[in-house]
């Protein structure tokens, strides 16, 4: 069973970077999809970035295109989600999640929350004015 523990979420001002970790185990992530989510208070859960560990592109949201970046260790299989130029209105929990997958050229396949089917607990971003 695929098991997802992340961490790093806190505190920080607008303009300020974070960088989350999510640390996956149980499973052989050269098939999976990884993505990163957030759901701030009163809204839906929305994708972040997301790419297929084996290769291709990587998907981002146009909102954060320029500012995150999803780098990666494959060696201890752990996944990392880059935030800089944090905004306030990106308040949010964030989550990992993981799920198998094939390669599709299109990298906004990967966005589709429906393609995956473990998730992390969460880890809480507050950014500050």
């Known amino acids: 069973q695929v098991q997802l523990v992340e961490s790093g979420g806190g505190l920080v001002q607008a303009g300020g970077s974070l960088r989350l970790s999510c640390a996956a185990s149980?499973?052989?992530?050269?098939?999976?999809?990884m993505g990163w989510f957030r759901q701030a208070p009163g809204k839906e859960r929305e994708s972040v970035a997301a790419?297929?560990?084996?290769?291709?592109?990587?998907y981002y949201a146009d909102s954060v295109k320029g500012r995150f970046t999803i780098p990666r260790d494959n060696a201890k299989n752990t996944v990392y989600l880059q935030m800089n130029n944090l905004k306030t209105g990106e308040t949010a929990v964030y989550y990992c999640?993981?799920?198998?997958?094939?390669?599709?050229?299109?990298?906004?396949?990967?966005?589709?929350?429906?393609?995956?089917?473990?998730w992390g607990q969460g880890t809480q971003v507050t950014v500050s004015s």
């Open positions: 999640a993981a799920g198998s997958a094939r390669y599709y050229s299109d990298s906004y396949y990967y966005a589709t929350e429906g393609l995956y089917d473990s």
């Open positions: 149980g499973g052989t992530f050269s098939s999976y999809a």
């Open positions: 790419f297929l560990w084996s290769g291709g592109n990587t």
